[in-house]
């Protein structure tokens, strides 16, 4: 067709043709060029529409023609398809390779055991607290948040200094392997050192908080507390979450004694 021997290239009209010819990018160059004999397309061309280029064996332009919005749009999105694909691809490999120092460190099975204790720490259901019209589930880090001494009808949940020492403590394992220290491995035991540790500030803040109010209430306060504690434990009750998050503690504390292997 009029002499067409290469394939079509994408262009860049970069001037329309009036007194003087129009200007043309493609392929890493600008080339003037005419509309008579050349141009195909139903609409006149504009500045910056993107064109389909047929060109000669010797490189001249022999057919000029739009590219379809749609065509374009779905080719534009092709690309960044590819290059997202390429991009996760590589992030992939960063990971893995990251993931693989990290398990070199820590060994496979503590590895796993720890984020397993992360997913359950957050994720997993460990606490179900019975409020007379409904029960409702909390995970591990959402019960550290509960007060028991000042809103225990409530059951509001807010963070202080002693979630932020669980958090911590979850996050030692990952540090331990990289202090030199070689007492550093001891570290793998704070997540259940942790928990045993939260259990007992729960109990002394239900005992705590029940004692205040026996005190309040005089002569019968101690039965009427005794009473209330009894409630509060009948209305608490532990979730399956809870037993992955001490088993995997306790996966991950086994490893404060085994001997260190050299980084």
């Known amino acids: 067709m009029n002499g067409e021997t290469a ?21 890493g160059q600008q080339r003037p060029f005419n ?44 690309q ?25 460190r820590m060994g496979k099975v503590p590895l796993i055991a720890t984020v397993l204790l992360w997913f359950a720490w957050f994720f997993l259901p460990s606490f179900s607290v019975n409020m007379i019209v409904d029960t409702k589930s909390f995970t591990y880090w959402e019960f550290l948040g509960i007060d028991f001494g000042h809103s225990m009808a409530g059951f509001s949940v807010d963070h202080g200094f002693f979630s932020v020492i669980g958090f911590l403590a979850i996050l030692a394992p990952f540090v331990a392997p990289f202090l030199p220290h070689p007492k ?21 803040e239900i005992s705590h908080a029940l004692g205040q109010s026996a005190k309040e209430m005089g002569e019968f306060g101690a039965e009427m507390a005794k009473a209330a504690q ?17 088993l995997a503690a306790i996966v991950v504390a086994v490893f404060a004694f085994k001997p260190r292997a050299n980084a």
Do not use: C
Not at 86 to 100: M, N, P, T
Not at 184 to 204: C, D, E, H, R, T
């Open 230 to 246: 009894q409630t509060l434990s009948d209305a608490i009750s532990t979730s399956w979450g809870l037993y992955v998050l001490v």
């Open 35 to 78: 509309l008579d004999g050349i141009w195909r397309s139903p609409i006149a061309p504009a500045v910056n529409m993107t064109v389909d280029v047929a060109t000669d064996a010797s490189g001249g332009i022999v057919g000029l023609s739009t590219v379809d919005s749609q065509q374009l749009a779905k080719e534009k999105l092709d």
């Open 80 to 104: 960044f398809s590819g290059v997202a694909h390429e991009r996760g691809k590589q992030a992939a490999e960063i990971a893995k390779q990251g993931v693989g120092a990290l398990a070199a």
């Open 7 to 27: 394939p079509r290239i994408r262009g860049t009209i970069v001037k329309v043709p009036d007194t003087s010819p129009g200007l043309l990018s493609f392929n």
């Open 184 to 204: 550093a491995k001891f570290l793998n035991a704070a997540p259940l050192a942790f928990l045993v540790l939260a259990y007992l500030k729960f109990k002394w």
